[in-house]
Every structure is written in C-alpha cells, then in structure tokens.
C-alpha cells in the first residue's frame, strides 16, 4: 500500500531553479567573453578567473565560517558577480586589485546584507565603484584592443568617452577631437559595434552582448523593460542634447555604443536583487539609468557614468516597488 | 494570431495523455456513497431513510433554500445509512450511502442516445427543471446553475460563454464530451440561451482541441447567434475572468461576478447536463471523468454514477500504480490531494489524477531572489512574493491592501517560482485570515 502525500495545490512544478537562471546569465556572457580574449588575449582569461575564483571563495569561507550557515556557492550567483567585475575593468589591471574588488563585492555589497536576495546595491557594480575611487589610475588606463595579439607589451590610450570629455571639458568640437585622437581609439561604429575599441574587458563589443540579450530573453531568463528603456531613454535624451548643440553633443549612437552601456543595460540593471519587481517600475528604473548615465557622462568629473546611474537607481527600487504596481483588475 | 488574456499566466506542460479515449461507461459499483453538499452552499436536506428502496435517479435530499442544489440517487438499491461519512480532505459530511440492486430507472428518464432538439419548454419551465434536476457547475466550482441562471434585478445579460477551455493539464473529460455529445451539448447551449434571453453565445476552446473545435464550428456553421473560437493555450484561461478577457476582451472588476460585464459563463458538461435534465428529465446523477497518470497503465475518460468510489475508477484505468504518492481530485494546478482512495465522485470532479514520485516531490524551498516571476505569472496582477511575506509576518493590513481577496489560488506563483517557494500555500493562509478580519469589520 502506497503512503499517500496530502498537500496543498499545485501539485506541479515548472521545473525552473535558481541554478537554471544564474547559469543562462553565463552562458549568455559567454560571446562577450570570446571577444574579449579575442581583443585582449591572456589578459582577459587570467583577470576573469581571478575574479571568480576569488568571489566564490570570499563567499564560501564567509557563509561558512563568519555567518556558520550551509554555503549556497553552487547556484551561481557568485560566478556572476565574478565574471562581471571582471568584464568591468581594463585587461591589464594588476591581479591582486581584482582580489580586493571581488572582497569588497561579495563581503560588503552581498553577504554583509545578508546574501543572496537581500542586498541593496549591485555587488559588482559596488566592487567595480571601489576600485575605481581607490584605485583611479589603474581603473582608467584602458589597452587599445589589439585582435589576437597574445603579448604582455600593450598600448595604451583613452576610451571614447575619454575623448568625449576632453572635449566638454576644453571647448574644442568633439568631432575635431573625435576625427585627431579618435582614430586611434577607433571611432568607426563598426567598430564600436564589434568591439574594435578601448575599453574594459566584456564592455568593447556591442553585438556580442545583445547576442546574449537575445539568448537571455528566447529562455525567459529577463524581460525586456529595463534594457529597452535605458536605451530608448539614452538615445532620446542624448539625441535631444545632440540637436540643440551638435559641436558640443556627439550623436546619440554614439552614446549607445561606447563605454559600459551596453553590458550595463543587458547585465547589471537587470540583476534581479536589485532591480523593480513590476514592469512600470522596470521602466521608470531603465529611465532613471538613462538620464543619469548621459548626464554623468557629459556633465560629471567622471567619463562614464553607467556604474553610478545603475547604483543610485538601485538605492530606489525600494520605494518603485511600494508605488509602482501590476495592472491590477479594477474595484 | 489566437487570442488569450492579457495578464499573467502559465505555460504548464499539458500532458492529456486521454485525450484519445473515448468515453466509456464505468460498470455499476457495489455501493455508492452520495454526498449531500456536492455543491456550494447549504448542503441538501436527505428525505430517504435507512432500509428504503431507491430507484436511479430518484430524489433523495431536497435542496435546503436557494443557493443549495438537489441531490437524486445514482443508482437503483437500497439506503445502507444517510450518516456523514469523511470526505476526500478528511471532513465529515452528510451522505447516503445506498448498497446497488439491479439497475432501474425512475419512470419519465429517456435513456435513449437520440438528439432531441425542438426546445417547446417555456423559459420558466427550463429553469425549474434545471432546480428540480440539482444541476451545479460541472468544471469544478460547483456553484448551483439555477442561481447563475437567475441574474439579479436590474442586471443585463448579453453573451453566453460556454467553458470548453479545460486549461488544467492532464484533464481531458470536457474535451471529450465536446468531441463525443457536439449535437446534445449545443442544445443545451440553446436552452441556457433561451433561459438567459440572450442571442449571442461563444464557446471558447484552447487550440490544443483542434478536432472539438472543429466538430463544434461544423455543427454551428448553421446555428444563429453560437460562435465556437480557438483560444492559444494558457493557464488559468479557463477561470471565468480570464475567460472573459479572452473570448470578448472584457475586464469583469475585482471581486465581482461576470454577471457585472453582462455576462453568464457555463461549462460545457454543465450544458449537457443542462440538455438531459430539461430534453431527458434525467437529472444529474452521472459525469464523464478523466482517470490520468505519467503512470497508470490506461488512461482514459469514464462516464461514471456520481457516489462511485475512485478506487472503482483506478481499478478500471489498470490499478494504482507502486510509485503514487499522491491521489489529486482535479487537476495538478488546483486540484485537491485526496486522504482516502474511496472518496466518492461527485457532480464536481472532473477527473482523477495520479502522480507519481518525480513529479510528486517538492524541491526545498530557497532563499526569495526577486526575479519577479511570480509576478509576471499572477493572472490577477498581485504580488506573490510580498502576499507571502506579510502572510509568513502576520501583516494582514498589508495583505488586504495588496488585495490578497482577489487570489483565485491557481497556483501559477507556485509552479512558476525557481527558488521553489511554497507562495501559495502562505498566501491561502493570509487569504483565509484576511477574509476573517474584513468579515468581522462588516
């Protein structure tokens, strides 16, 4: 005779695990990781490495010994955080930099809040943040790409945004700026777009990283709202500014395909700790990162302002989801 | 493109195993158990007693006030005890128990398969034979069809939407009564509309029933004023709100019945029932049910006495199988656990499911990761994960402000969540506490 289970409906499950998700967000990183080898070599391996063995075993000792509770290193979320510190820092950062990072990320941003699921704050973003503010120098000399160029010698030089701010912050025309030191960075948009330019390391190729927004959205991984909406908010308000004063704005393409936007729209605004939890929210969030970016970018001391626009935007989630509700069914 | 509603919902795998089995007549039991509150409301009132002899179809409980139904004999014998006996979730409740003799019939029943379709009755006729024949919601709500039959003053009906959704996976029971009874059930969709006064009817299948829906648009073609539409597949279409969404792109307001966008939905057996009592005089006393399993030797769909044990049920379908754990009464998504294998069918089961250990078992459940799932999955547009949390903390000012009553418990929250947290069974918690405290304002 069977023991029969009694328990509430539903009876089934959709099969869907944590495990699941966290390891469609890698898979998804994977072709901006190939290009990122492609365009940086060794470098890149080593630091992304680096970066996510240092976060699983920060995470590892201190769920064990600080916090004494069951490690959770195996659902992933830490393998993330890992490779996206990594992708958010030039290639050739010294090793022991990226180790602080990732302490920093995991110890501070994830597990002092309590892990999983309850921090405030992007822990990559706030690893990346630190050692940008710590370590300003290192942070910010970007090597110029070089494809398959597997050597330790790399040139160095300014990102496009760089060059951006330079000319903002002198009053010369951008595109005179652009069209003198911009061949060098590689300001053709194809390029922009492949990822021929200066950057951090998963940042550089614009297509393989909506590669991954397509992927992600085919397995229901995140919805579209927050990507969209920052792009759409960028090219608007960037186009807008673009218009009014053309030798002073680059255009609004641009704008979408330098710097960190990208990997920042598709991967960081979308970690499901930190972003709204309905679509109305979703949008207003994407909004928020897309006037702050442009206007840190343009006005800020800083030339790229995506890190900061998704931290500040992720201190208001809190308050999005107490105001912000799904269409609900009238009274 | 198929239309569907717009908020929320699931894609659950549909595994209708039966949905090519004919409906076949289950052999008589030795004894049925007939419950006296098969339907919402007050339970019926037993005017049969110990020692008499009952033939089948035979008024045997009297429906106690409106919102109750009758209850008729299944089956032809005599009444072994009209004590409670334990229900499928372990609660006592009234029901008479009759030992079968023979199989004989109350006079005036036409048993014959012959499609009567000239509808004489006049509209007040239909609906007492509609009461008289203890008609209640066959998709599993129960709720007494006279009642839904009688629109409040005041109010308009406009369509008639008849339920052939059968969102629930595995269930097939209605799929084959639309297949196998197309000509009855579309009278009975003709008396409903006669009773309602309306001109206007829309059956609304999902499209994974391509050949009811095709034996239904065949038989309409010539029929003014009945629509049959393919609907694309999802969970929960087959609740009445979504339905409406669905089949007319009306949105009925939180908490109020159909009747408030003007209009009536019924489910499809429920219409055959409907087309017995009032062309037949058979009231109901019998329901096509869907016997299913990843493991069970023969699925398929029985046409069964209401009182028959599940057990009966199981036996016919090849015999429970070694690795059940869990014996549900309905579907996976809202059905109900059942305590005891000889439970007895009543006028709402539509089918019986058996699920094994694989599908059985409940991961542990995880940390919250606010992927907001739960949230796209809610078909009322509610917020699972924090209905959850005020719920577990005992915060029912907060569930009732985040209309925690407009839950209609249809699981999607639960089968959605990759973190495998138990949503609803704590939102069911908080729903039954918060109905208290509004209750007890009023």
Wanted: net charge positive.
């Amino acid at each position: 005779m069977n023991t029969l289970t009694i328990s509430p409906s539903p009876h089934i499950h959709s099969g869907d695990s944590i495990k699941k998700n966290m390891y469609g967000v890698l898979i998804a990183l994977i072709p901006a990781f190939i290009c990122s080898v492609i365009f940086f070599g060794v470098n890149a391996i080593t630091l992304t490495l680096t970066s996510v063995i240092s976060c699983v075993i920060f995470e590892y000792l201190i769920q064990k010994y600080l916090l004494k509770r069951q490690p959770t290193t195996v659902d992933g979320s830490a393998l993330i955080t890992g490779v996206l510190l990594a992708f958010n820092v030039p290639s050739n950062l010294p090793l022991w930099m990226i180790v602080v990072g990732a302490l920093v990320a995991i110890g501070v941003a994830k597990m002092s809040f309590g892990g999983l699921g309850c921090n405030i704050f992007n822990p990559a973003l706030v690893g990346r943040v630190f050692m940008l503010i710590t370590f300003p120098v290192q942070m910010t000399t970007w090597p110029l790409p070089e494809a398959f160029a597997f050597t330790a010698d790399v040139t160095t030089g300014a990102t496009p945004l760089a060059l951006l701010q330079e000319a903002f912050q002198t009053g010369r025309p951008v595109y005179e700026i652009l069209s003198v030191d911009g061949i060098k960075a590689g300001l053709d948009y194809r390029d922009m777009l492949l990822g021929d330019k200066g950057g951090s390391i998963g940042e550089i190729s614009a297509l393989a990283l909506l590669a991954g927004f397509g992927y992600m959205l085919l397995r229901k991984i995140i919805t579209w709202h927050i990507p969209v909406s920052i792009f759409a908010t960028v090219y608007v308000f960037a186009g807008i500014l673009h218009l009014c004063e053309p030798t002073l704005y680059i255009d609004p393409v641009f704008h979408l395909l330098s710097g960190g936007l990208v990997l920042g729209a598709i991967f960081m605004a979308t970690d499901y700790v930190t972003s709204p939890m309905c679509p109305k929210g979703m949008f207003l969030f994407g909004i928020g990162v897309g006037l702050l970016t442009v206007v840190i970018r343009l006005f800020g001391a800083y030339p790229e302002g995506m890190s900061f626009a998704i931290l500040i935007m992720n201190a208001f989630v809190p308050l999005l989801n107490r105001y912000f509700k799904p269409q609900r069914f009238k009274k | 493109m198929l239309g569907t509603f717009t908020i929320g919902g699931v894609h659950p795998p549909g595994n209708k195993l039966s949905s090519e089995e004919k409906i076949q007549a289950l052999p008589l039991p030795e004894r049925v158990v007939i419950p006296l509150g098969q339907h919402r409301g007050a339970p019926a009132t037993a005017i049969v007693a110990k020692g008499d002899v009952v033939k089948a179809g035979q008024l045997i409980a009297q429906a106690d006030g409106f919102v109750s139904a009758n209850v008729h004999s299944s089956v032809s014998g005599t009444v072994a005890s009209v004590d409670g006996y334990i229900d499928a979730s372990g609660f006592s409740c009234p029901a008479v128990t009759i030992n079968v003799e023979g199989d004989i019939w109350l006079d005036g029943i036409d048993r014959s398969k012959k499609n009567e379709c000239n509808i004489i009755q006049t509209k007040e006729n239909i609906l007492k034979l509609i009461t008289d024949a203890g008609i209640v919601g066959m998709g599993g709500a129960t709720f007494p069809t006279h009642v839904k039959l009688s629109p409040p003053a005041g109010s308009k009906v406009e369509v008639l939407i008849i339920n052939g959704v059968e969102c629930e996976p595995y269930l097939t029971s209605d799929h084959r009564v639309m297949l196998e009874r197309a000509e009855d059930v579309l009278v009975g969709v003709q008396i409903l509309m006669k009773v309602l006064g309306v001109n206007r009817a829309i059956i609304g299948v999902e499209s994974n029933k391509k050949d009811a829906i095709e034996r239904l648009q065949e038989l309409t073609g010539r029929m003014l004023g009945i629509e049959v539409i393919s609907m694309s597949v999802k969970y929960p279409q087959g609740s009445e709100k979504q339905l409406i969404k669905a089949a007319i792109n009306r949105s009925v307001p939180s908490r109020a019945l159909p009747i408030a966008v003007g209009v009536v939905v019924q489910n499809v057996s429920t219409a055959l029932a409907v087309y017995e009592a009032v062309m037949k005089h058979k009231p109901l006393i019998e329901r096509v049910v869907t016997v299913t399993g990843k493991s069970l030797k023969k699925p398929g769909n029985y046409l069964c006495r209401i009182g028959t044990p599940t057990s009966a049920l199981i036996d016919a379908a090849g015999g429970l199988p070694e690795d059940t754990v869990k014996i549900i009464g309905g579907g996976p998504m809202m059905g109900r656990a059942m305590l005891d294998v000889n439970a007895p069918i009543t006028k709402g089961s539509s089918g019986i499911l058996l699920i094994n250990t694989k599908e059985g078992t409940r991961k542990p459940s995880t940390t919250c990761i606010r992927c907001a799932k739960c949230v796209s999955a809610c078909p009322m547009g509610l917020e699972p994960y924090l209905l959850m949390v005020y719920s577990e903390k005992g915060m029912f000012e907060g569930t009732e402000r985040e209309r925690i009553m407009d839950c209609m418990e249809c699981g999607s929250c639960s089968f959605t969540c990759p973190a495998n947290r138990p949503l609803l069974d704590y939102i069911r918690l908080g729903k039954a506490r918060t109905g208290a405290i509004i209750k007890d304002r009023k």
